[in-house]
């Protein structure tokens, strides 16, 4: 099936010349390609023209889950007929496993898996594998992690059709070794039934649910069936029911792993044993001889990923599978925000060898363990399709591969303009500025202020305060989620001003912004070069009444550039406004994106249930300091806070979900700071 693009838009302004130049540019053979879009300027629209004209298999790179959910909803509602997938981490929450040697502390892994997620990721290995051309996955960097095999993935799949010669029993083995589960009460994903002559499947992926009918040693019949009610949907000639997890391997293929893990553990405590390390050789022993236990009883254990080399095959020190291995070898890349995503690719594999190399140096893993691994940078850049990188401002590193090609898209639908840039004194600067935001505050207008240190962004809140502007201050001292926060009463009118130290977040989508103060503009670094200037600006283009304020008292030649590309953006957004009777409009908020991962079945129903349960959530995000607390309520208020971070996840709402992971926590160590004040108290 292609690609077929739905939209009631044409492609307007920058966007005809930007596809028709994509186009020319990868179809001459061109590896990457760089898109420079300035912010709202349609580049998912751009894009989704050059994927429907090209037709190959597609996959978006976003750097992070939330964003990948709001661009698979855009693209979801362009190709609404064709495969549209997403694959993002499926742990609602997750802690590592590590050990921290000055302290002597071992942390055990701690995790929280979504099954609706788990759900989609299967999805999009099977849909990858199945042969479609039509896909589009949609994904955060997760795609980089080791996931199974997709050969055996795909020899573990169970293809029946009407009319096969095998027994019920043998088919039920097969499930089994995809990892389906039997059980006799309601289906769930990635479990099968057995009444009689009949064998009822319901598939790890979607909701699609399977009666086969056998006569004897032969299937007579197979139905696509209500898991609820039993009742037939649909008589088929045939089913592929895809394994219930990526990491699926054959029996013999498990017992040829077992006995090399046997081996390498043996070599590990003779050489712990030869430096003299006692403690670290019984560890090893202890810990490894009890998963290999558990995964001959019931084929897994906790941390079974540690030995995925084994299972897969793999030779020391070789890169694990992961997403990009499903794609064929045409297939495009897209990389949204590339002068964050491709840093943050970058900065993978260093981060999980630190951890790791711990864990094996004192002998809580194998060194087998190391292989368990996000793909190295080299890693990645090998198994890269053609490329298109997207950013407002792209890196050194996207240019050079681009050999300075840039197609340019500076115009936008709304017809707004970049904001003007004026430079001014540094000389009562103060007083100015509130001059300023005393005019946007009348205009119900908001404004940003960047500072170049946190103490001068705190000093100059608490001088907001003391001359009554409702304000608030943002920095990385500041909790990740407290910034998310801040950011959506700022929104929701709370205050006024925002003073920060970096406000170029990608994705800070803020309209009802319309001043930009850029605070010691001269003091070159990496918070005053182009770049980060340029998206500085860039927050206040989603207002028409959008304006950039620079204080300096010299101008540098990074300020120089930004102006100059300001005033040329300008030239061009003004011409073309004129050109065509433009009368610019302020951009509309974006929705959840994430919300259209739902579909109309049980995951709407459980959207609708977060939907009616918001208002709790608010209330019961509130800081766990500020609440009073006993051993009677504790373990409730526990299980509540667990609950709505399951409703929000499975919502795909996943700041909030984080949210409520973290007051989870706060409560249980208030529970165990409980705990031991009872215990004192009785002796």
């Known amino acids: 099936m292609e690609f077929k693009l739905v939209s009631e838009y044409e492609p307007r302004g920058d966007q005809p010349k930007a596809i028709a130049e994509l186009l020319k540019l990868i179809e001459g053979g061109a590896e990457h390609s760089t898109l420079l879009g300035v912010t709202g300027s349609g580049k998912t629209f751009t894009v989704a023209n050059v994927i429907a004209e090209l037709q190959r298999p597609t996959l978006v790179l976003s750097h992070n889950k939330t964003l990948a959910a709001q661009l698979y909803g855009e693209f979801k509602n362009f190709f609404p007929h064709n495969a549209v997938e997403y694959f993002v981490s499926y742990y609602d929450y997750y802690q590592p496993e590590a050990y921290l040697p000055a302290t002597d502390t071992y942390i055990e892994k701690d995790l929280a898996i979504n099954d609706e997620i788990e759900k989609l990721r299967l999805s999009t290995t099977a849909t990858l594998l199945s042969g479609r051309r039509d896909v589009i996955v949609v994904s955060s960097v997760s795609c980089l992690y080791g996931i199974g095999n997709p050969e055996e993935f795909h020899k573990m799949s169970v293809s029946v059709r009407v009319g096969d010669h095998v027994t019920m029993r043998a088919m039920m083995y097969q499930l089994v070794e995809a990892l389906y589960t039997r059980t006799e009460r309601t289906l769930d994903a990635g479990t099968f039934r057995v009444m009689g002559d009949t064998l009822d499947v319901m598939s790890s992926i979607g909701n699609a649910c399977y009666r086969i009918i056998f006569f004897d040693d032969e299937v007579e019949a197979i139905w696509s069936i209500d898991s609820l009610s039993g009742q037939r949907i649909e008589s088929l000639q045939s089913a592929r029911i895809v394994p219930a997890n990526n990491f699926v391997t054959s029996r013999e293929q498990t017992r040829r792993a077992i006995d090399q893990i046997y081996i390498d553990l043996g070599h590990q405590i003779e050489f712990f044993e030869r430096e003299g390390r006692r403690t670290e050789a019984q560890r090893i022993k202890q810990r490894v001889e009890y998963d290999l236990e558990m995964i001959k009883e019931l084929g897994y254990c906790p941390g079974i990923e540690n030995y995925s080399r084994y299972f897969d095959g793999r030779e020391p020190g070789t890169r694990p599978f992961c997403l990009l291995d499903y794609f064929p070898e045409d297939y495009l890349m897209i990389i949204d925000e590339s002068h964050v995503t491709i840093p943050q690719v970058t900065a993978m594999f260093g981060g999980d060898r630190a951890r790791k190399e711990n864990l094996v140096e004192y002998g809580f893993r194998l060194p087998a363990a190391r292989d368990n691994r996000p793909l190295r940078f080299e890693e990645f850049r090998a198994l890269q399709g053609t490329s298109i990188y997207i950013s407002a401002t792209p890196a050194d590193y996207e240019l050079a591969l681009s050999e300075g090609v840039v197609v340019e898209q500076v115009i936008r639908p709304t017809g707004l303009l970049d904001p003007p840039i004026e430079v001014r004194p540094t000389k009562n600067q103060i007083d100015d500025i509130l001059e ?91 918070l005053r070069n182009v770049r980060s200037m340029t998206q500085i600006a860039g927050r206040a283009a989603r207002n028409p009444r959008g304006k950039v304020l620079m204080y300096a008292d010299t101008t540098t030649k990074s300020m120089e550039a930004v102006i100059e590309e300001n005033l040329r953006r300008r030239a061009k957004q003004i011409a073309y406004n004129e050109e065509h009777n433009i009368t610019p409009q302020s951009a509309q908020r974006s929705g959840q994106g994430q919300r259209q991962l739902l579909g109309a079945s049980e995951e709407s129903r459980m959207a609708a249930l977060y939907d009616k349960r918001e208002s709790q959530q608010q209330q019961m995000v509130s800081d766990a300091e500020g609440e009073y607390y006993t051993l009677q309520n504790i373990d409730s208020l526990i299980a509540r806070a667990k609950e709505e971070m399951e409703q929000a996840a499975k919502a795909l709402d996943f700041l909030e979900a984080a949210r409520l992971r973290d007051r989870m926590y706060a409560l249980k160590k208030i529970k165990g700071q409980l705990l031991d004040e009872r215990h004192s108290t009785k002796v």
Do not use: M
């Open 436 to 526: 300023e935001v005393e005019q946007c505050i009348k205009r119900d207008d908001k404004i940003l202020v960047t500072t170049i240190t946190k103490r001068s962004a705190e000093e100059l809140s608490k001088f907001f305060d003391k001359v009554g502007v409702r304000n608030r201050y943002i920095h990385s001292d500041v909790d990740t989620l407290e910034r998310v926060q801040i950011l959506e009463d700022l929104h929701a009118g709370l205050f006024d001003v925002l003073v920060g130290v970096n406000l170029l977040r990608e994705g800070l989508d803020l309209p009802e912004v319309a001043l930009v103060v850029i605070l010691d503009a001269d003091k070159e670094g990496l």
